[in-house]
T-cell receptor, first 115, second 114 residues
Framework: LAKTTQPISMDSYEGQEVNITCSHNNIATNDYITWYQQFPSQGPRFIIQGYKTKVTNEVASLFIPADRKSSTLSLPRVSLSDTAVYYC????????????????FGTGTKLQVIP | NAGVTQTPKFRVLKTGQSMTLLCAQDMNHEYMYWYRQDPGMGLRLIHYSVGEGTTAKGEVPDGYNVSRLKKQNFLLGLESAAPSQTSVYFCASEKSTGIPTEAFFGQGTRLTVV
């Protein structure tokens, strides 16, 4: 399973764009990159997922360079409600991979948004 | 839709007692997972299931058993609870599409073993 490395914590002021980078040097060909958000006392919530290049949805963008050894989650104009832990996951659950591999979440990046 | 529902939400056990945590999903998902989360740590996979009647071990399976007799339910059992199993347990489900997709998580079960 590909190991991921993220910053332990980040601070940002309200209204700023926040970029959280995840390193995954040994990502495999069939691996996808997924980001989750977790608020205290809640289960994680899916934010965005991608395989390569750029993916954008209503809450975030995900940038993946050509070598796929890292990825960057971009949160535009954060608010206080974006204070949470953000997890980067890399893994493959396709049936043809020889087995189902559901990745384990790392310790994530604790984002603190400051007024 | 309720999504993923975990029962109970809180529980205190004495060492050596047994209990079963229930996870129910109403989204007809094939995949289901049990994780544990300890303070300051990420989620670690205990067991998972890729379909009714199937289960498999995750990263930290020791001391736990699971069953998936019905597609919508995934049970996590502790036969003889130990203080090291004090944790918050999360269940999740995911649709099988051939590629990884969004996993939906329950609200968690906070278990304390004294």
């Amino acid at each position: 399973l590909a190991k991921t490395t993220q910053p332990i914590s980040m601070d940002s002021y309200e209204g700023q764009e926040v970029n959280i980078t995840c390193s995954h040097n040994n990502i495999a060909t069939n691996d996808y990159i997924t980001w989750y958000q977790q608020f205290p006392s809640q289960g994680p919530r899916f934010i965005i997922q991608g395989y390569k290049t750029k993916v954008t949805n209503e809450v975030a963008s995900l940038f993946i360079p050509a070598d796929r050894k890292s990825s960057t989650l971009s949160l535009p104009r954060v608010s206080l409600s974006d204070t949470a832990v953000y997890y980067c996951l890399v893994g493959d659950i396709t049936p043809n991979s020889g087995g189902y591999q559901k990745v384990t979440f790392g310790t994530g990046t604790k984002l603190q948004v400051i007024p | 839709n309720a999504g993923v529902t975990q029962t109970p939400k809180f529980r205190v056990l004495k060492t050596g007692q047994s209990m079963t945590l229930l996870c129910a999903q109403d989204m007809n998902h094939e995949y289901m997972y049990w994780y544990r989360q300890d303070p300051g740590m990420g989620l670690r996979l205990i067991h998972y299931s890729v379909g009714e009647g199937t289960t498999a071990k995750g990263e930290v399976p020791d001391g736990y058993n699971v069953s998936r007799l019905k597609k919508q339910n995934f049970l996590l059992g502790l036969e003889s609870a130990a203080p090291s199993q004090t944790s918050v347990y999360f269940c999740a489900s995911e649709k099988s599409t051939g590629i990884p997709t969004e996993a939906f998580f329950g609200q968690g079960t906070r278990l304390t073993v004294v």
